[in-house]
T-cell receptor
């Protein structure tokens, strides 16, 4: 089954304790992204990757890191989490654009993170 | 910078009735995509409908249809014959045609309640 998986689905942690949220896709997609969802703000892109070893900042990258060592994996790293990073996080992937056809973006199930 | 605005935080509809969710956006681009996503309580992001800006014809998917007004930069979603399973948060989203980031810009979301 084609899917994007994220782990963990729920996480409660404390300020300053490093954590990693994993993301993996089995569709051989080039593009992967991380979004955070906050009430009244919708989803906002944190980081994205266009292919292996190619990553760049999205709209809200402060406090986050990513890496893309393998095509299928795109982990989100919080080196020193703070309470303002309490949010719902989504990983997404899609294949490269082909002409005018839009390739659907597939979302993971979400990770609910609480930083105390 | 592109923006997407959903001015209705909450809407309600009687089962079997029709409801319209509003979305406006701002962009200087002429080619782009617009989307409506559904997020049920499971938090999964589900693509409901997609519209290519270069197409004048409004997209339809079964009970879901859009009213795309390019000059007015308006993109509303009409749900006909509403069902209890339609209750969810709905997000309007925009993506540029050019560029390869695949970034989606989301509105704030509208929570739809369906009354039996």
């Amino acid at each position: 089954e084609a899917q994007v998986t994220q782990n963990p689905r729920y996480l409660i942690t404390v300020t300053g304790k490093k954590l990693t949220v994993t993301c993996s896709q089995n569709m051989n997609h080039e593009y992967m992204s991380w979004y955070r969802q906050d009430p009244g703000l919708g989803l906002r892109q944190i980081y994205y990757s266009m292919n292996v070893e190619v990553t760049d900042k999205g709209d809200v990258p402060e406090g986050y890191k990513v890496s893309r060592k393998e095509k299928r994996n795109f982990p989100l790293i919080l080196e020193s989490p703070s309470p303002n990073q309490t949010s719902l996080y989504f990983c997404a992937s899609r294949s490269r654009d082909t002409g005018l056809h839009d390739n659907e973006q597939f979302f993971g199930p979400g990770t609910r993170l609480t930083v105390l | 910078a592109q923006t997407v605005t959903q001015s209705q935080p909450e809407m309600s509809v009687q089962e079997a009735e029709t409801v319209t969710l509003s979305c406006t956006y701002d962009t200087s681009e002429s080619d782009y995509y617009l989307f409506w996503y559904k997020q049920p309580p499971s938090r999964q992001m589900i693509l409901v409908i997609r519209q290519e800006a270069y197409k004048q014809q409004n997209a339809t998917e079964n009970r879901f249809s859009v009213n795309f007004q390019k000059a007015a930069k308006s993109f509303s979603l009409k749900i006909s014959d509403s069902q209890l399973g339609d209750a969810a948060m709905y997000f309007c989203a925009y993506r540029r045609l050019s560029g390869n980031t695949g970034k989606l810009i989301f509105g704030q979301g509208t929570t739809l309640q369906v009354k039996p």
